[in-house]
């Protein structure tokens, strides 16, 4: 395991042990930090420790397992994650439970712990603006899975300092990842630019084109390694039309408005690959 350096945190507490700060845990543990991860019941931990053991061992080898989880400690009380140097939350995306960590967060951390938010859509100014300290907070805002996806998008609310940027850049390319700075509008920089286009290729179908023309047109005339209507179904057409709906809503900007096939597709149960139906059957 890498020697712990400057550019990182000697212990780093994540909120929210779902698919993402499961995920998130892992990655960090990886690179060396020491890990607490906060759930609210013991079944949701022990979950988030059975994806963490198959990842590792499907990414690195079972021998691996053992050495990465013991630096990884499963806890329900949000107190034991209070000498952490940086906070991570991962909880679901409605503005009211983040704020409610985030109270929290800046009740037991010290005044000098920096605190992050993995949201995808929701303003980083109103997350931080219920602690003492929003020069302090910013949006770590990883991918989809984790440890695969290099990518993570470090979102400057206007009140997150510079130096608060910095330091979680350079963390997170310490813990293995590429980063970009986005500011923070709704989308980001990676959902703003894609989303549209996803939500155009579903106008597409609904006039009458085929999924699979849109798709290979793409692939083969723009060099996208996946075709629009593909990716729409493993993102879920749920979360397609809850991302396209933040950025109309978030700029009031009818450019964004949502295709009305998607809101049918959602009514019908149609939410891609993990309903076996989206644009395509996977039956
Ligand atoms: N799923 C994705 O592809 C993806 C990608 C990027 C960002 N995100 C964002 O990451 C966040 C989490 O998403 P997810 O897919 O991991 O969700 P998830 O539903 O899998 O996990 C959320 C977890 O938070 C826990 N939780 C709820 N309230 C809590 C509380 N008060 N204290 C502690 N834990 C609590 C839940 O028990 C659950 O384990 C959301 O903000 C989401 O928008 C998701």
Redesign the pocket.
């Known amino acids: 395991m890498p020697q712990q350096s400057s550019k990182s945190f000697e212990e780093v507490v994540i909120?929210?042990?779902?698919?993402?700060?499961a995920g998130i845990a892992q990655v960090i543990a990886q690179a060396g930090p020491k890990v607490i991860v906060?759930?609210?019941?013991e079944e949701?931990l022990a979950r988030?420790k059975k994806q963490i053991v198959k990842s590792v061992g499907r990414l690195h080898g079972e021998d691996q397992v053992d050495p990465i989880l013991s630096t990884i400690r499963f806890t329900t009380r949000?107190e034991d994650g209070k000498t952490a140097q940086l906070a991570i939350e991962?909880?679901?995306?409605k503005m009211a439970?983040?704020q409610?960590?985030f109270r929290q967060l800046d009740r037991f951390l010290d005044k000098e712990a920096l605190l992050a938010?993995?949201?995808?859509?929701l303003s980083i100014a109103e997350i931080s603006s219920v602690t003492s300290r929003p020069e302090k907070v910013v949006g770590m805002?990883?991918?989809?899975p984790v440890p695969m996806m290099k990518l993570v998008e470090v979102v400057q609310g206007i009140n997150s300092a510079t130096e608060t940027v910095e330091k979680i850049k350079e963390f997170g390319e310490y813990i293995g990842k590429e980063i970009i700075v986005a500011k923070d509008f709704p989308g980001f920089t990676v959902n703003r630019a894609l989303v549209p286009l996803l939500n155009e290729a579903a106008f597409l179908v609904m006039e009458g084109n085929d999924p699979e023309s849109i798709d290979r047109g793409l692939m083969l005339g723009a060099n996208h390694p996946i075709g629009p209507l593909r990716l729409a179904d493993a993102l879920g057409i749920d979360?397609l039309l809850f991302t396209i709906e933040s950025l109309y809503d978030g700029f009031n900007d009818s450019k964004y408005r949502p295709c009305p096939l998607l809101k049918r597709m959602v009514e019908a149960g149609h939410l891609g690959k993990k309903t076996g139906k989206g644009f395509y059957d996977y039956a």
Do not use: Y
């Open positions: 909120v929210g042990a779902g698919l993402m700060g906060v759930d609210r019941a949701d988030a949000m991962a909880v679901p995306e439970i983040k409610d960590v938010s993995n949201t995808s859509s805002h990883f991918f989809s979360v």
